[in-house]
Each structure stands twice: as C-alpha cells, then as structure tokens.
C-alpha cells in the first residue's frame, strides 16, 4: 500500500513539474511574437514621411541657388522678400523648358501669378532633370531644381 501511494505521489509531482515547465516556456514564446511586429510597424512609418524642400525668395533673389530633390518631391517657393514673386520654368517670357504641358504659358512649371510677400507656391517635379527657374517679375533671379 505505502509503495504504491508512494508511486501516485511521484507521479503527481512529475505531472506538476512538466505542466509548470510547459506553461512558462508557452509565456515566453507569446512575449517573442509580439515586440518584433510594433517595432517593425514603426520604421516603415519613417520611411514613408515625405520630405520638405524649401526655396525661400527673398529680396536677393532665391536660395539655395540650387537644389537636388528626388522625382516625385514636392518643392515649396516661400516669398519672404518685399514684393510679389512669380517662379516659372526657363526660358523667359515663354517657360517652355519644363516638359510637362499645363500652366498658363509655356509648361506645367509656372506658379500663373504673382505670389505675395508672406505666402509661397509648391510644384510635384515628376521629370528627371536639371529644370532652372526664375522669377518671371524680376528674371534677373534665377535658380535651378535638379531632379534625379
Ligand atoms: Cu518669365
């Protein structure tokens, strides 16, 4: 009798340890698959910010002088000189040099109208190029978008 309760007890105690062991290695393995995902969801996130080009256009014309962006970036003119700017593509007075149609005169690339002191103008650059610019309201301030 003694020998055989002595046996269910080491029975009991070895289902004990395995199901112990069994539950702490299942908890381990939740905690592994749950951090990579967030940390992954996180860098994608970063990836995909748009970036900011700014020109600024001042009474000394526009800086930089010249910018490289990426096909597809938007550029922001912002008019911080004292009077009205009006950026267009190359050449003046006709603006044909940027390759898209559109706009007013000659191509996509033209703001169209004088934009005021304290505001700005953004164009999408969706053409690989070396695209120069100026100010149709003073065409001696010139600048160039290179866009690889
Ligand atoms: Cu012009």
């Known amino acids: 009798m003694s020998k055989k309760s002595g046996i269910v007890t080491f ?20 905690n592994e698959t749950i951090v990579p995902p967030t940390a992954q969801e996180d860098t994608t996130g970063v990836d995909e910010e748009s970036r900011e080009n700014l ?34 593509s190359a050449l ?17 690339f ?13 164009f999408t650059f969706n053409e690989k190029g070396t695209w120069k610019y100026h100010d149709h309201l003073n065409a001696r301030f010139t600048g160039t978008i290179v866009v690889e």
């Open 11 to 30: 029975l009991v105690i070895i289902l004990i340890v395995v199901g112990v062991v069994f539950l702490s290695k299942g908890d381990e393995e939740r």
């Open 55 to 88: 020109v600024v256009y001042a009474d000394d014309g526009f800086s930089p002088r010249t910018m490289t962006v990426r096909v597809g970036d938007v550029v922001t003119f912002e008019n911080r000189s004292q009077v009205s700017m009006w950026v267009a």
């Open 110 to 122: 033209d703001a169209c109208e004088g934009i005021d002191s304290g505001f700005s103008w953004s």
């Open 92 to 108: 003046h007075p006709t603006h044909g040099l940027y390759p898209v149609s559109g706009g007013c005169i000659g191509s996509a």
